[in-house]
T-cell receptor, first 112, second 114 residues
Framework: DQQVKQNSPSLSVQEGRISILNCDYT??????FLWYKKYPAEGPTFLIS?????DKNEDGRFTVFLNKSAKHLSLHIVPSQPGDSAVYFC???????????FGTGTRLTIIP | DAEITQSPRHKITETGRQVTLACHQT?????MFWYRQDLGHGLRLIHY???????NKGEVSDGYSVSRSNTEDLPLTLESAASSQTSVYFC?????????????FGPGTRLTVT
């Protein structure tokens, strides 16, 4: 039972345009959501997070939006840069539980 | 600088052999985690520990074991390696409490079971 789903395995975007990565979840107990970025042959690194009490969190070129009623979150990257080419994992945690549930990942390719 | 390391980085073993993957962190984090990454499945939690002598099963724990004798290390043992355990394994650690969701990952171990 995949509680966190990323339905797009891959995405290609022109450099300078907006990249939008999507994530859906089924567990209504999730209250904290994160995005991790992974380059080949490296471990994932934390990118940005959002608490369930918010609907938006912004950090530079990266913005995460949360729609609790739809159980959906998205990551926007504006403008997209070649260095953004990586696999992006969505993750979620329940209140008081310090382990994460990850999605299947989306491979983002930025086309110069 | 604090870091989290994994060894070996690559390992080839035969079916039925016991294999141990090492994970060592110098962050002094209480929480440590083991994941496997497979195409189409993302990162799946194998085992995790919230402190010395504490271990817990994750969603794909069958065939794996861990032990936590100190803060820095959480070795992952495959009792009898199977071809289905061919994967990339990641170790991670995090603080307890606030920001516990920010996990720091090692570089991974690519394991091939032949």
């Amino acid at each position: 039972d995949q509680q966190v789903k990323q339905n797009s395995p891959s995405l290609s975007v022109q450099e300078g345009r907006i990249s939008i990565l999507n994530c859906d979840y089924t567990n209504s107990m999730f209250d904290y959501f994160l995005w991790y970025k992974k380059y080949p042959a490296e471990g994932p690194t934390f990118l940005i997070s959002i608490s369930s009490i918010k609907d938006k969190n912004e950090d530079g070129r990266f913005t995460v939006f949360l729609n609790k009623s739809a159980k959906h979150l998205s990551l926007h990257i504006v403008p997209s840069q070649p260095g953004d080419s990586a696999v992006y994992f969505c993750a979620a945690s329940e209140f008081g539980n310090e382990k994460l549930t990850f999605g299947t990942g989306t491979r983002l390719t930025i086309i110069p | 600088d604090a870091e989290i390391t994994q060894s070996p980085r690559h390992k080839i073993t035969e079916t039925g052999r016991q294999v141990t993957l090492a994970c060592h962190q110098t962050w002094n984090h209480n929480n440590m985690f083991w994941y496997r990454q497979d195409l189409g499945h993302g990162l799946r939690l194998i085992h995790y520990s919230y402190g010395v002598h504490d271990t817990n099963k994750g969603e794909v724990s069958d065939g794996y074991s861990v032990s936590r004798s100190n803060t820095e290390d959480l070795p992952l043992t495959l009792e009898s390696a199977a071809s289905s355990q061919t994967s990339v394994y990641f170790c991670a650690s995090s603080v307890t409490g606030a920001r516990s969701w920010e996990q720091y990952f090692g570089p991974g171990t690519r394991l091939t079971v032949t």
